[in-house]
Nanobody, 124 residues
Framework: QVQLVESGGGLVQAGEALTLSCAAS????????MGWFRQAPEKEREFVAA????????KYADSVKGRFTISRDNAKNTVYLQMNNLKPEDTAVYYC?????????????????WGQGTQVTVSE
C-alpha cells in the first residue's frame, strides 16, 4: 500500500499559476507510475496527466497540453503538477494516483491508490 498526500491547491485568478505536490510513502516510489486526475462538481473524475516510473513517458489530457507540466523527483518520493495560465474550467478537486505498474496510464483503473485531493479554484 502507498499513502499519498496532495498539497498546493488554492484560489487563484484566471491566467495565474499553481504547483501541486503529491508526497508518497509506503511503496518504492520509483517502481510505479504517477498520475493526476481531477473532478469538478457534478462531473466524473477525469484524467489530467501521467508520468511513467522513469519519467521517460508522459501523457496529458488535450485540455491541459501546453499549460500543465507533470514531473517527479524519485529522491523525494514526490510528483508535481505545474499549472500555468489557469482557466475557470480548471476548477476541480485534484487527486494524485499511484500506478499499479510503471506505465503512465490515463484511466482510473491504472491506479491502485489515491490521495485525499486538493481543491483548485480559478476565478474569472
Amino acid at each position: 500500500q502507498v499513502q499519498l498526500v496532495e498539497s498546493g491547491g488554492g484560489l487563484v485568478q484566471a491566467g495565474e499559476a499553481l504547483t501541486l505536490s503529491c508526497a508518497a510513502s509506503g511503496r518504492t516510489f520509483e517502481n510505479y507510475a504517477m498520475g493526476w486526475f481531477r473532478q469538478a462538481p457534478e462531473k466524473e473524475r477525469e484524467f489530467v496527466a501521467a508520468i511513467s516510473r522513469s519519467a521517460v513517458f508522459i501523457k496529458y489530457a488535450d485540455s491541459v497540453k501546453g499549460r500543465f507540466t507533470i514531473s517527479r523527483d524519485n529522491a523525494k518520493n514526490t510528483v508535481y503538477l505545474q499549472m500555468n495560465n489557469l482557466k475557470p474550467e480548471d476548477t476541480a478537486v485534484y487527486y494524485c494516483g499511484a500506478g499499479i505498474t510503471g506505465v503512465a496510464g490515463d484511466r482510473d483503473y491504472d491506479y491502485a491508490q489515491w490521495g485525499q485531493g486538493t481543491q483548485v479554484t480559478v476565478s474569472e
